[in-house]
């Protein structure tokens, strides 16, 4: 038995985007079973699924043994992808200490990451990284309300309705966010914090207008 191949999966060189594993004999085939000569002039992207003429995916950039090949995205995307790759994962707030997640966000603002083929919550990663396992039927809550933070310092693991009750504790009215302001001139933001049951950091990114910049 031939030795097992260590070349990748390829894009099918038809456009149609299906991977194409090496052959029994570990050589790189450049078509699935059926697909010669179903040549699309144009290919569908995976990542922005616009359909765009066959050039924009043509590249030599990652094949070996073959004088060319066709990616499943297209050029742009190859382009951002590799610009945000080279983007640092996370900035450092220096008011707030908050480790600002860098990249992609969900749609409910919190870090996503990829991580060994898949997408997982970047303050979720960062923690275990960090600190060691989250125990389980336990969630992350965000001391410092701020939900891109990645910070391990602003993360604690607590019960889901404990987490839930601090989230709705921390939903200030546009009144609380106009005190915060006065009482900055006479109070330390740590006794402002104590006051409305929120987080130093909370209140920091509030005069900042990091946080409630809509508010007069």
Known sequence: MPPKSTLPSVCCACGCGRSVPPDRRGRERRFARGHHGLIRPTVQCLRCHRTLPRSAFESRERFDSADWGIHDRCADCRAAIAEE??????????????????????????????????????????????????????????????????????LEPVTPTINKRRGAATRLSDDDIRAIRTLNTTETQEVIAARFGVSRSLVSMILSRKRGANVA
């Open 85 to 154: 790759r080279a983007r640092p994962l996370y900035i450092v707030d220096p008011e707030t200490h908050c480790w600002n997640w860098a990249r992609a966000l969900s749609e409910g603002g919190y870090g996503k990451h990829w991580v060994d083929g898949k997408t997982v919550v970047a303050h979720r990663w960062m923690y275990e990284e960090t600190v060691g396992p989250i125990p389980e039927g336990l969630h992350l809550d965000h001391l410092c309300r701020n939900r891109p933070c990645i910070n391990p310092q602003h």
